[in-house]
C-alpha cells in the first residue's frame, strides 16, 4: 500500500480543482492510504476512506504576487506534516492560494515523489483568468495568442507587481518531475509562457443515474462560480436576442453563491427587461446540482475568458444534457461539435442565439 499525500488550496469545494481534489481522493483512497492536506474544505464534508487536515493558510489576494511563491507559514506547516506523516507520492492541485510554490521545493527535499496538475494559468498569471485573448478563424477551428507579456502584468498588477514572480514560479516547477495540464489547450498556453507541460490528462467525470428528476423543461442551465469572466453578462445578451429575434423566452436557471456577481447579474438583466426569465437558485448540494442540471434542457458555459476545462460541460455530459460552450478553452476537447453539444465564440451574440 502507496502512501499518498494529496496537497491543494481547496478541496471539494471552489471550483473544479476543489472538486477533482476530491474525485482523486476518493478514487485513490481505495487501494492506498490517502492523507489530503487543504487550506479550505466545506464544513459538512466528512472523509470515509481518506484522512482529511485543513490549516487555514490562505493568502490576502493582495499578497500573492508574493506568498503565492514564497509563504513561509504555510511552508513550516507543509514541513511538519511530512515529518510526521512520510508519504510516497504526493499529488498537488492549485497551491498559488494558499501554500506557494515554493511547496514543491519542500516535496523535493523530502524525497516525495511528486506529481503536479495544472487547473488554470496562474503558473504565468496571478489573476487566475487569462482575459482578452487574440484570436482569428482559421480553415481548421481557431488560432489563439496565449503569450502575457511582463508590461501586461505590471498594468494589471500596479503597486503588487513582483517582477522575479514568474521566474522563480519556473525554478520551484522544475524541481517537479511529472507536469500534467488539464486541456491540450491549457498545455499550450502554458508552454506560450515558457511553463513546462509534460503531458495532457483531463479531468473525468463518472456517469450520473438520477432517480425522480423532473420531465425535460425548456430552461438553460448556468451554474458554477459567477462572474463575468464565466460569461455572466452575455448570458443577458443572448436573452435579449432570443426574444428580439427569435421571439423565444426560456428560463435560465442560475445556480451558484449568491452575492454580488448575482446581484450585477440581476442588475443587467432587469436594465435589459429579461430579469423575469432569470431563477436564481443559489449554491446547492451536489446532488441537488445534479438534479437542476438535469431538468434541463441544455447547460450554457460562455467563458469569455479562458477556461481550462470547465466542469459543467463534464457535469453535463454526466447526466446527458448537451452544453453550448465557449471556444475559449479546453471544451473545444470535450464537445463534438454540432453533435454533443456545440463551441460558440460567446461575443458572437447572434450565432450563440
Sequence with gaps: MTNVLILTDVFGTGGGAGAVALTVAEALASRHAVRVLSADAPADLVPTAYR????????????????????????????????????????????????????????????????LTYHDVV????????????????????????????????????LTYNPWRNAAIRRYLNLTPAKGAVSAALASALRANHVGVDAVVHNG??????????????????????????????????LTAL??????????????????????????????????QLTFCGWQSQAEYLRLLASCRLALVPSTCFDSLPTVVL???????????????????????????????????????
Design 52 to 115: 482529511l487536515k485543513v490549516h487555514a493558510v490562505a493568502i490576502p489576494a493582495r499578497a500573492r504576487n508574493f506568498l503565492g511563491v514564497r509563504h513561509p507559514r504555510a511552508l513550516q506547516t507543509l514541513d511538519a506534516e511530512l515529518v510526521a506523516h512520510r508519504p510516497d507520492v504526493a499529488f498537488v492541485h492549485n497551491i498559488h492560494s494558499a501554500w506557494s510554490y515554493a511547496s514543491l521545493s519542500v516535496l523535493a527535499r523530502h524525497g516525495v515523489r511528486t506529481v
Design 243 to 276: 426574444r428580439d429575434q427569435h421571439r423565444l423566452r426560456p428560463t435560465v436557471l442560475v445556480v451558484g453563491n449568491p452575492g454580488a456577481a448575482a446581484q450585477k447579474l440581476s442588475a443587467a438583466a432587469s436594465a435589459a427587461g429579461v430579469a423575469g
Design 205 to 238: 467525470r463518472e456517469l450520473v443515474a438520477l432517480d425522480g428528476v423532473p420531465a425535460e423543461r425548456s430552461a438553460i442551465f448556468f451554474g458554477g462560480r459567477l462572474s463575468s469572466a464565466k460569461g455572466m453578462l452575455q448570458v443577458v445578451a443572448y
Design 315 to 353: 457535469d453535463a455530459m454526466a447526466v446527458g444534457r448537451p452544453a453550448i460552450a465557449s471556444i475559449f478553452g479546453g471544451s473545444r476537447e470535450l464537445i463534438v461539435d454540432g453533435e454533443t453539444g456545440y463551441v460558440v465564440d460567446p461575443f458572437d451574440v447572434p450565432a450563440v442565439a
Design 123 to 158: 503558473a504565468f498569471t496571478p489573476y487566475a483568468k487569462l482575459c482578452g485573448i487574440a484570436y482569428r478563424r482559421t480553415a481548421t477551428g481557431y488560432a489563439f495568442a496565449y503569450r502575457y507579456p511582463w508590461w501586461r502584468h505590471l498594468r494589471q498588477a500596479k
